[in-house]
């Protein structure tokens, strides 16, 4: 049972329920409701390997290294620390299966929903580190109705007094009768013209997205212009441009707020005309204009990928897809390294990647062999029960990391390493033997492994005796390199 006390059972169906609405396949629904067999029961890779092959197996293994990842920034409180929040999130995007990934968003995303079952402590916690790691990882995938639910669901557990007022105002400033109206009076414009469409409908925008630009712009809510808006989706591109034309027909535009993403993408593929036009009682109204495959990529981002590739190649649309992702991490790299070298103005010196997954000739962020093979490695360090994420150069080592924290001058063993194995750092929880093995993207290194209390004993008592006999602690050496990893 879990906290909530419904049965286990039921997020393990809820994940993979998330999975099937956006269009996910069957091995990454069925990686869905097995996610956290490896973490959570006695099943162990081999068995899962051995009852539902390679493919389901392989994303459960990912997606059980992603939450290990995710509990250790949890623990030392990555996100908060803005530089290796954003390593973070390259890291899981660079050292996991895209469809890892997802399964990971769409577990976060059920825990979020059920998350009053939990102290408020952790509540709170869990909300940051939602906010702060995967709401941007939603966001890069372009996955804006998993965005928009978690941003939502964090606001009322991190700002709970703003966000049901906020609430309380939305429900009393929106005007449902306006938008009705509205909606009316666009569909009879769209026939006179013959023009077709598929949906129209009213929304609004989303309590959190109403908050931020409230903080950002110091505005009230009677300020926000796009609260209420229309939502059209047509059958071309060349309908989406007749169909604004409509629209500026019937109401006059607010100057300064059109904007046209179908010309000039956002950097996770996102297309759509927004206007904004001055609705019946002199009420804003965003217009948001896009085609039926513009929406499927706004809503379920590179997930909406899956749904139209089939049958139109002759490689297997899985393989396709990994050559997409691959590339798409690349340019996110560059992305993360160049934002390093221009904090300042970043905004505004970075032009945006193309549309993924295609990249034009002068793009800054297409690839590069000096961008994508010598690109950064991102590991997490453990030192004195501190998590930090350390950005090396490719074919860096264990011994760079040793030197970069001043271990490097330790007097080792002709065999490399202290011999006593509990002195040696960890690499993924094993005993390193060999200080040039390479460092690999989201490797995890302990400094610091744990020394048995006895152990622990015996070095005091051997330090204390050659200070009874007069002795000073050499620096280097053999009785240095039997302290490494040594803790008061």
Request: glycine content about 6%; proline content about 5%.
């Amino acid at each position: 049972m879990r906290a909530s006390g419904d049965p286990y059972l039921q997020h393990c169906v809820e994940t993979a329920v998330l999975l099937a609405l956006i269009g996910a396949n069957s091995t990454v629904v069925a990686a869905g409701l097995l996610h956290d067999t490896l973490d959570d029961s006695f099943l162990c890779y081999d068995y899962i390997f051995g009852k539902f092959g390679a493919g389901v197996a392989d994303l459960v293994e990912g997606v059980s290294k992603l939450s290990h990842l995710s509990k250790l920034a949890r623990d030392n409180n990555t996100a908060s620390k803005t530089v290796e929040a954003d390593r973070l999130h390259t890291m899981f995007l660079a050292m996991a299966d895209a469809r890892a990934v997802l399964i990971k968003l769409a577990d976060r995303l059920h825990n979020m929903m059920t998350l009053d079952a939990l102290p408020l402590a952790k509540q709170q916690r869990f909300a940051k580190e939602t906010l702060e790691i995967f709401v941007p990882l939603a966001n890069r995938l372009g996955i804006s109705s998993w965005k928009v639910q978690l941003e939502n669901l964090c606001f009322k557990h991190l700002n709970p007094d703003q966000h049901k007022e906020l609430s309380s105002k939305l429900l009393d400033s929106f005007d449902d009768a306006m938008i009705t109206s509205a909606t009316e009076r666009l569909e009879r414009a769209l026939k006179d013209k013959a023009i077709s469409y598929h949906v129209l409908c009213g929304r609004h925008k989303s309590l959190y997205s109403i908050y931020c630009k409230m903080l950002k712009k110091k505005l009230n809510m009677d300020e926000i212009h796009d609260i209420h808006g229309l939502r059209l989706i047509v059958d071309n591109e060349e309908d989406c441009y007749e169909a604004l034309k409509v629209v500026h027909q019937l109401w006059s535009e607010v100057p300064g707020k059109f904007k046209d993403y179908i010309t000039q993408p956002k950097f996770n593929g996102y297309q759509s005309l927004h206007t904004v036009v001055m609705g019946e009682g002199m009420i804003p109204l965003e217009v948001q204009i896009r085609t039926k495959e513009m929406h499927l990529q706004a809503e379920f981002g590179f997930a909406a990928h899956w749904r139209y590739k089939e049958g139109d190649c002759k490689h297997p649309s899985f393989v396709l897809q990994m050559v997409e992702w691959a590339r798409w991490v690349v340019t996110w790299q560059c992305e993360a390294m160049s934002r390093d070298r221009s904090s300042i103005g970043y905004a505004d010196s970075i032009k945006p990647p193309c549309t993924f997954p295609s990249h034009s000739d002068d793009c800054p962020y297409s690839y590069k062999p000096h961008c994508g093979q010598d690109g950064p490695v991102f590991v997490i360090m453990m030192e004195n029960d501190k998590m930090s994420v350390q950005e090396f150069p490719t074919n860096s080592t264990i011994m760079d990391l040793l030197e970069r924290t001043g271990r490097g001058s330790l007097r080792w063993t002709p065999y490399g390493f202290p011999l006593k194995e509990e002195l040696r750092p960890r690499l993924n929880h094993a005993a390193v033997s060999d200080p040039t093995c390479k460092l690999q993207m989201g490797d995890v290194v302990e400094l610091t492994p744990a020394i048995p209390d006895k152990s622990l004993t015996e070095y005091r008592e051997e330090i204390q005796r050659m200070y009874d006999r007069g002795m000073s602690v050499p620096s280097t050496g053999p009785a240095a390199s039997s302290m490494v990893g040594w803790r008061s």
